[in-house]
């Protein structure tokens, strides 16, 4: 089973600050992806990677910043937090090849900016 | 673009009946495989069910999808729902590469006794 791993689990923020949000993938996985969860949006692509050093911008990608060093970490950050970015953010994993890749997702964060 | 679009928020159904959970897409690209990605409460959505075949039937756990190219749906049905089902219940495509998966804005399915 693949694993992927977020940290932290929950993070308040205040307005202006800086959040990094951490993601770990343990699979060898080439892509990996920052989903963010709100009601009645769904899973909405923030930024993505094909590998190490990569980053590509997704659906939704203003206010965020993503950083790919190696194959394992993939990072979103926030620099100057917003209230509207609270939310459920998601990473996930998945192999590059076929168009029926499969994800698998990290337990998730939930993030408060106060 | 590609999109995915899930119509009902919330699907509540009694123990024991059948449900079916509408997807409807629109993609540009002909290689494309379609998922159900399926989130229990206070855990990570995990696939479900996949497919890329047209008018080919695929199964799991008691629930069963066929991809209709013709009618661009991919519904998920199940015959006799179970109380363990309730959860929120995501269609999603892959395009080409399968670099980027797009998923709806998902269907919360609420089973009663």
């Known amino acids: 089973e693949a694993a992927v791993t977020q940290s932290p689990r929950n993070k308040v923020a205040v307005t202006g600050g800086k959040v990094t949000l951490s993601c770990n993938q343990t699979n060898n996985h080439n892509n990996m992806y920052w989903y963010r969860q709100d009601t009645g949006h769904g899973l909405r692509l923030i930024h993505y990677s094909y590998g190490a050093g990569s980053t590509e911008k997704g659906d939704i990608p203003d206010g965020y910043k993503a950083s790919r060093p190696s194959q394992e970490n993939f990072s979103l950050i926030l620099e100057l937090a917003t209230p509207s970015q609270t939310s459920v953010y998601f990473c996930?994993?998945?192999?590059?090849?076929?168009?029926?890749?499969?994800?698998?997702f990290g337990s998730g964060t939930r993030l408060t900016v106060l | 673009g590609d999109s995915v679009t899930q119509t009902e928020g919330l699907v509540t159904v009694t123990e024991g009946l059948p449900v079916m959970l509408n997807c409807t897409y629109q993609t540009a690209y002909s290689d494309v495989a379609f998922f159900w990605y399926v989130q229990y409460l206070n855990e990570a959505p995990k696939l479900l069910l996949r497919s890329s075949t047209d008018n080919k039937r695929t199964e799991h756990q008691g629930f069963h999808a066929t991809l209709h190219k013709s009618s661009s749906s991919f519904h998920l049905q199940k015959s006799s729902v179970q109380l363990s089902d309730s959860a929120l219940y995501y269609c999603?495509?892959?395009?080409?590469?399968?670099?980027?998966?797009?998923f709806g804005s998902g269907t919360r399915l609420l089973v009663s006794p």
């Open positions: 999603a495509l892959s395009g080409t590469g399968g670099y980027k998966v797009v």
């Open positions: 996930a994993s998945g192999p590059r090849g076929s168009s029926a890749e499969t994800l698998y």
